[in-house]
């Protein structure tokens, strides 16, 4: 469920399994954030990605889908 915020934010329900969650903290707390504000950090950065590389792939063409693939920013 996706639900639009006051502030523009929409708020992502996500499912993850306890492993990845644990990873997440972790990685949250090497940045000194509070999980909620790492979580939307790296969407972000996910997404400005994505928007760059459809602008890349838009000048040369070389994605059909217009999107290079990135993996999460967690190790598997």
Same mark, same amino acid.
């Given at each position: 469920?996706?639900?639009?915020?006051?502030?523009?934010? !929409?708020?992502?329900?996500?499912?993850?399994?306890?492993?990845?969650?644990?990873?997440?903290?972790?990685?949250?707390?090497?940045?000194?954030?509070?999980?909620?504000?790492? !979580?939307?950090? !790296?969407?972000?950065?996910?997404?400005?990605?994505?928007?760059?590389?459809?602008?890349?792939?838009?000048?040369?063409?070389?994605?059909?889908?217009?999107? !290079?693939?990135?993996?999460?920013?967690?190790?598997?």
């Amino acid at each position: 469920m996706i639900e639009l915020a006051e502030d523009n934010r !929409v708020e992502i329900l996500l499912d993850l399994s306890d492993q990845e969650l644990l990873v997440l903290f972790k990685m949250a707390h090497e940045k000194d954030m509070t999980f909620n504000d790492f !979580v939307e950090h !790296v969407l972000k950065e996910y997404l400005e990605q994505i928007e760059y590389d459809n602008i890349l792939n838009e000048l040369d063409g070389s994605s059909v889908d217009a999107m !290079v693939p990135r993996p999460w920013p967690y190790p598997s």
